[in-house]
């Protein structure tokens, strides 16, 4: 066999090895969730605003305060008689999962700013047996919680038809350290929750190399 | 001195044969009555607890720490079934500990109620005495009165 034909085996070889380690690398990184843009050559990636908020403490917040953590999220309202308390349910499985992981922190947003006074949200936590060190309960203005849980990809409508006139979905979301939406599952469903756990332990691994 | 103690009383006995066929009937018939005596015999009622009820208390009734307090803890199904009945049709306008509020439900008729209540109670403290519709209707009056 000629040189030329062994260096084009090569070639050939060492590209498809390539390929394969490429392809497995993509399969292993979470995504990036929410559009993108391209800002002179860089890709800038989905981020969720770093809005003020307040705490169940009546601290005033960012989400930036927190440092370099990933984050986990819901928007929920304290009196709503359909999905939340499963949905909080299952947040106190990601709390019981995490508590003791400094890297990780929740938070649950109430979209009823009418009736979820910082009081209020205060008394929930307390009952809830949490640590508010590591769970945070927020309000804001209602426009900016609205706002908020539009860029965490979550539905949240005034419905006067729905119950206690709150139309939301359930879902829980994983924010990584740079404030990039990078998983989600449905809080309803507890399995769907157990297949979460690894996907922020996977995000735990790579931010955190 | 005889041998075979079987000649002694007039016959001849077959060594005990178990088939695999009957050995298999008789695992079935254990499954099946140890299946009977555990379950829910309130069909209804669980479907109902499902529909009126799950959303909070959770599909095994474990609620959500002290805001929703777990129904297996609850000495309220162990007690007379009116006080039940009544939590169920009117809920709890607000829990001064908690400030958490329970819905009361108004569309149970009385046999969903009925089977609802001997669902919980069988479920959650084993009792076995049934609620009847009548006892159901009685109680609702009783509420009625006191409120």
């Known amino acids: 066999m000629s040189r030329l034909k062994y260096s084009f085996i090569l070639v050939v070889t060492i590209t498809f090895l390539f390929q394969l380690v490429g392809c497995k690398n993509d399969n292993n990184a979470l995504p990036f969730l929410g559009n993108r843009e391209i800002v002179n050559g860089d890709t800038i990636q989905h981020t969720v605003p770093d809005y003020l908020l307040t705490d169940q403490d009546s601290q005033q917040v960012r989400i930036t305060s927190y440092g370099n953590k990933v984050f986990l999220a819901d928007f929920f309202f304290i009196s709503c008689p359909s999905i939340c308390p499963k949905v909080q349910k299952q947040m106190l499985r990601l709390y019981d999962r995490y508590k003791d992981d400094s890297r990780v922190m929740l938070f649950s947003h109430t979209i009823d700013q009418r009736h979820d006074s910082v009081t209020v949200l205060h008394r929930y936590a307390h009952n809830l047996g949490v640590d508010t060190g590591k769970w945070k309960f927020f309000t804001a203005e209602k426009d900016s919680i609205f706002a908020l849980a539009d860029d965490y990809f979550v539905s949240v409508v005034d419905d006067p038809s729905a119950p206690k006139g709150f139309d939301h979905s359930g879902k829980i979301i994983l924010l990584d350290k740079n404030r990039h939406v990078r998983g989600f599952c449905e809080g309803t469903d507890p399995e769907s929750v157990t297949a979460f756990f690894s996907t922020v332990d996977k995000l735990l691994a790579t931010e955190y190399k | ?147």
């Open chain 2, 1 to 147: 001195m005889p041998q075979n103690t079987n000649s002694l009383i007039g016959f001849n006995r077959k060594p005990l044969q178990i088939s695999f066929r009957s050995l298999f009937y008789l695992f079935i018939g254990i499954i099946l009555c140890s299946y009977s005596c555990h379950s829910n015999p309130y069909r209804q009622g669980h479907e109902l607890y499902k529909v009126h009820c799950e959303s909070c208390h959770m599909a095994d009734g474990s609620g959500l720490g002290k805001l929703i307090p777990s129904l297996d803890s609850s000495g309220l199904f162990r007690s007379t079934p009116e006080c039940l009945i009544c939590l169920i049709r009117h809920g709890i306008v607000k829990n001064e500990l908690t400030g958490q509020q329970m819905p009361g439900n108004e569309i149970l008729n009385d046999v969903e109620m009925a089977n609802l209540v001997n669902y919980l109670r069988q479920e959650y403290a084993g009792e076995t005495k049934a609620v009847t519709t009548d006892e159901v209707k009685t109680c609702l009056a009783t509420c009625k009165a006191e409120e």
